[in-house]
C-alpha cells in the first residue's frame, strides 16, 4: 500500500494516526474474538484430518490479521515520522 504523504492540503497527521490505531484496536479484538472459535477435536468425531486443516485454516487467517495490524503499525509509524521531519 502507499503511506500517506502529510502535506497542508490532506489529512491532520494525528487524524490519519488515530484512524489506524482505531483499526489497530479493531484488529485486536477481532483477534480474540477468534481465539475462542479455535477448532477442538472434540467437534470433529471420526475427522481428525479435518479438524487439522481446520485448525490451519484457522491460524492463518490469525495469521493475516496480525499481519494487517503490523501493516497498520508500519503506516502509522511512517506518517509520525513525517510528522516529526516537517
Not at 4 to 23: K, M, T, V
Not at 35 to 62: M, Q, T, W
Amino acid at each position: 500500500m502507499i503511506r500517506p504523504i502529510l502535506n497542508i492540503n490532506g489529512s491532520d497527521a494525528l487524524e490519519l494516526i488515530d484512524a489506524r490505531r482505531n483499526a489497530m484496536d479493531a484488529l485486536l479484538e477481532a483477534i480474540d474474538a477468534l481465539k475462542h472459535v479455535a477448532p477442538n477435536s472434540r467437534d470433529y468425531p471420526g475427522h481428525y484430518d479435518r479438524c487439522i486443516a481446520d485448525r490451519e485454516l484457522h491460524f492463518e487467517r490469525l495469521s493475516a490479521l496480525h499481519a494487517m495490524r503490523e501493516e497498520l503499525l508500519d503506516e502509522a509509524l511512517h506518517i509520525q515520522q513525517q510528522e516529526k521531519g516537517a
